[in-house]
């Protein structure tokens, strides 16, 4: 039996992990990098061990360290986490080796699992329909295809190409980036992504958990999952289950894992692959069944039989949501920074399957948690639970308007406008929804009043904190003045850039007159600011102000304003949405300028690959470098044609955002 359990992975999976444990009275053990001594995962393990330095190969990934981890812990099983090493078949026979319980697949699964082209042929000789594979790139018959790694999960290193031009880059770029061999298959359109999650224990059974939908996805990786999926039938249903069983028997699976599949509008589908892994969207799983996933997981692994006889009937609906630290409108950039407040409303528990409908989040973090450039952006999945489907989207998308998420870029207002919009209401989703719907990378915070409300709220918000800590006449109101004068005036670096608030009070404190207009940004002249009209915008009535809420009427509405300020940022939250605004000081201090034609890091990673060298001719658009944050390669291209002038970055430097990456003498 499992006494002792440590997890070889971080965040909110080995916190996941861990509730189970606790639960089940197993005594748990986590690993740290330097970076995440005070995270979440290390403060609630039992005992937790320390592997030196930042990178995954140097910390989570290293199995010597983990084996000598798990061993100076007196831990007798290691859990794998969802990531790399859950599929590592050395990694799996390693923890044997060693003496301690795998909670995973057996290492000569894993090892079968490993070669995704020969998994698709044992699985097509159970007859069980796959797509055609390429093992040759270079060969392929028509276009277009879809380059895949022959290797790892999750989508990294996935790409189309649409023509025989573009194939080789893309092939050694896909091979750079998983450091392997790739093969290709025929990209096939408007199908939707369904998977199938299956235990299976050693005795021979095999149970099914119905069918997850997980077609809404960026870069090949799931962003929205739900269950049951609005395209399955009970017939289809049972067809896919069917196939699943097969496809595990064929593979001499064991363990929990999803066999993955395309469908398509015509109800046909193909098999795509067997996850031997918990899989992060396991959450709604145990929604809509009941079951604790990890909990059977580690049964499994003991050696003891599943408690099921068959398939556990549906419960409702779930639908998950990943919330992860990138931006959607600048092609997903991940972003690193502090976490300095992430707050979601109503929920109903973490971790572990809810007694009732309702929410339930699974974070990796806290207020104050630091988001670095080594691993997956994800910051934590939300998932709503309800009777029906669209009751579940009402809810999650509401809660997720209402989370206040602050000091790092999130994808949340993209997930909003996802659960909100109508064709995924109507069910009419499949992998290319994100580029069919541009209109959902718009920020909830769209229309032009709500910002001008915003940076008025974060005005008096501002001058009311100012006004409290006052050495003198505290309780006067801000901006009084026994002759009136001057307005009051701030000036932040907005969404579309700067703008000034300005806005006057009368001798009884009230609002006199307000205004927001925009700043040209090369005109911002602090002597002719607070000379707008005051009558620019409707009155509003300031029926509270305070440092860290403002109430407002507007029009005999009133509305809520919560603003959080951290430094010379203000985090803005209203149920019109949310924005970050920093205040541009009256007396800014002098900034070395940057030279023309200077490229910067657009976010903190490493330098992976340098094509180019001083005094290189370049033309528009050509790669110049890449940079690796987050598990993904980020290309940097010249902006125009020119001359690489100057170069100070080399293959392997770290470089932080805004940093210097090469300088160009344009033509």
Known sequence: ?????????????????????????????????????????????????????????????????????????????????????????DFAAAVVEAGMIWVGAPAETLRTLSVKPEVKKLVAEAQVPVLPTFTEPDRVPGFPVLIKPATGSGGTGMRVVRDASTLAEAVASTRREVGGDVFCEPYVTNVRHIEIPILADAQGSVVPFGERECSVQRRYQKIVEETPSPAVDPALREELCRAAIVAVRALGYVGAGAVEFLLD????????????????????????????????????AEGGNLPMPGPPPIRGHAIEVRVCAEDPAYAWLPAAGTLHRFAVPDVAGSFRPLPQPGLRLDAGVADGSMIGMHHDPMLAKLIAWAPSRQEAARMLASALARTQLHGVVSNRDLLVRVLRHHSFRSGAIDTGFLDRHPEVFAPLLSSVDAVRLSCLAAALAGAAARRATAPVLGSLPSGWRNVPSGSQTAVYDGPTGPVEVGYRMNRHGDLAGWWVRAVDPEELDLAGLGQAPMDEHPPIVVVQASGDRVVLNVQGIRLTVLVHRVGDVSYVDSPEGSVALREISRFPLPAPEAAESSLIAPLPGAVRRVLVVPGQRVRAGELLLTLEAMKLEHPVHAPAAGVVASLPVHPGAEVDTGELLAVLDPE
């Open 265 to 300: 509008a015509d109800g046909d589908f193909w098999f795509l692959e067997l996850t031997p892994t918990l899989q992060a969207d396991h959450a709604v799983t145990e929604c809509v069944s009941g079951y604790d996933m990890v909990r059977l997981q580690l049964l499994v």
């Open 1 to 89: 039996m499992i006494r002792r359990l440590l997890v070889a992975d971080r965040g909110e999976v080995a916190r996941r992990v861990f509730a189970t444990c606790r639960l089940v009275g197993i005594e748990t053990v986590a690993v740290y990098s330097d970076v995440d001594s005070h995270a979440p995962h290390v403060t609630e393990a039992d005992y937790a061990v320390h592997l030196p330095g930042n990178t995954p190969s140097a910390t989570y990934l290293r199995t010597e360290a983990l084996i000598a981890a798990a061993q100076r812990a007196g831990a007798n099983a290691v859990h794998p986490g969802i990531g790399v090493l859950a599929e590592d078949p």
